[in-house]
């Protein structure tokens, strides 16, 4: 059984930092792609980064290129999300998602992702 477990997040102002790690159990990361997806209330499941393990590359979307680094430990199954100079639109649950056998077209695709962690909440105030 596949599970991953999101930690970190929580309240932060404007301006602050975060941080978010997601722990896999159940399968290597060999040849998957790990990613962080974030939903804000009403809105849309949306990319945020993901490290594509074929390649080693790393992908950010453009609303947090610049200020959220995301990194990865093979060897340990873990990814953590670095989110720096927050504003109040990056507010939304934070989940972490791995994939298998993706190619790279569709890596912010939400449904493309077959394991998903619960999420944690992510805050950003005044």
């Known amino acids: 059984q596949v599970t991953l477990v999101e930690s970190g997040g929580g309240l932060a102002q404007i301006g602050g930092s975060l941080r978010v790690s997601c722990a896999v159990s159940?399968?290597?990361?060999?040849?998957?792609?790990m990613a962080w997806f974030r939903q804000a209330p009403g809105e849309e499941r949306e990319f945020v980064a993901a490290?594509?393990?074929?390649?080693?590359?790393?992908y950010y979307a453009d609303s947090v290129k610049g200020r959220f680094i995301m990194s990865g430990d093979k060897a340990k199954s873990t990814v953590s999300l670095q989110m720096n100079t927050l504003k109040p639109e990056d507010t939304a649950v934070y989940y972490c998602?791995?994939?298998?056998?993706?190619?790279?077209?569709?890596?912010?695709?939400?449904?493309?992702?077959?394991?998903w962690g619960q999420g944690t909440q992510v805050t950003v105030s005044s």
């Open positions: 159940g399968r290597t990361l060999d040849g998957s792609v």
């Open positions: 490290i594509r393990y074929s390649g080693n590359r790393i």
């Open positions: 998602a791995l994939g298998v056998n993706m190619i790279l077209s569709s890596i912010r695709i939400p449904a493309q992702y077959k394991y």
